[in-house]
């Protein structure tokens, strides 16, 4: 698949420059072009004899890092990473980042602040001049169950479009996060928005809401692969690396 190989390729380029001998604990992000990611890792470890350990952002993750044969951290044992590497839905100009299409937004987001640089990897489709332009599904907001009807009409409210409730495919009724919470996908008329950061504040203080999709200016480094497996990588000058 075109897909298949733009995703690989980002994924392979950004491995190749970040892991080293210098690197000792990362963060493993969600998805399906982490994939690649970890197993280059893995390659690397093996034939480099790397001293590496690795913190996942979802269940999907650790076992990935467990079935790829390295080593498995927590963000209980630790808060300082030297790199952290993911796949996300849609990055823009600015390095603004959505998040979450795979429902692992709140932990991705606790290993991308403890990591030293937050790399992304995606197929090129992902970058875009403005946060909605490519990504139609809304923005994933992690909220407490108890309080998701609560939180869903005081976004509406406050914010306008529409929130709704994400259900399971293969089973009935919402779908549960890793911290057993569940997620609104918040849809609204995102070409209007001149500042993200505001966005995400305003969400952050709605009672019930755990965390958001939005990852504001804290990437490090994207690297965009295409169906032709060539790679553009975007540095954020904003962010020393
Ligand atoms: O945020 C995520 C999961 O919550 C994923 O990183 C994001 O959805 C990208 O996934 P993929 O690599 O499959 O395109």
């Not at 480099?48 to 996942?56: N, Q, S």
């Not at 139609?136 to 479009?161: F, H, R, S």
């Not at 995400?200 to 692969?225: D, H, Q, R």
Request: charged share 25%.
């Amino acid at each position: 698949m075109p897909t298949d190989k733009a995703k690989e390729s980002a994924a392979i380029a950004a491995v190749d420059e970040h892991i080293n001998a210098n690197v000792h604990i990362i963060g493993i992000g969600s998805g399906s072009t982490i994939v690649p990611a970890v197993k280059k890792i893995a390659e690397m470890v093996k034939k480099d004899k790397l001293d590496l350990i690795c913190v996942p952002t979802s269940l999907q993750a650790r076992e990935l890092i467990l079935s790829n044969g390295l080593k498995l951290g927590s963000l209980i044992e630790y808060q300082e990473l030297d790199l952290a590497i993911d796949g996300a839905d849609e990055v823009d100009e600015q390095f603004n980042c959505i998040k979450g299409g795979g429902g692992c937004q709140t932990q991705e987001k606790l290993v991308a602040i403890c990591a030293k640089k937050f790399i992304v990897v995606a197929d090129e489709k992902k970058w875009s001049k403005n946060l909605g332009d490519q990504w139609k599904k809304g923005i994933p907001i992690e909220v407490l169950p108890i309080a998701y009807k609560i939180t869903k009409k005081e976004i509406e409210k406050q914010l306008g479009g529409e929130v709704v409730v994400r259900e399971g495919t293969e089973k009935l009724g919402p779908v549960l996060t890793d911290q057993a919470n569940f997620i609104l996908d918040w849809k609204f008329d995102s070409s209007k928005v001149s500042n993200w950061s505001d966005i995400n504040t305003k969400l952050k203080l709605i009672p019930g809401v755990v965390e958001t999709g939005l990852f504001i200016n804290m990437i490090s480094k994207a690297y965009f692969g295409n169906s032709e497996g060539k790679v553009q990588v975007k540095t954020n000058s904003s962010i020393s690396s």
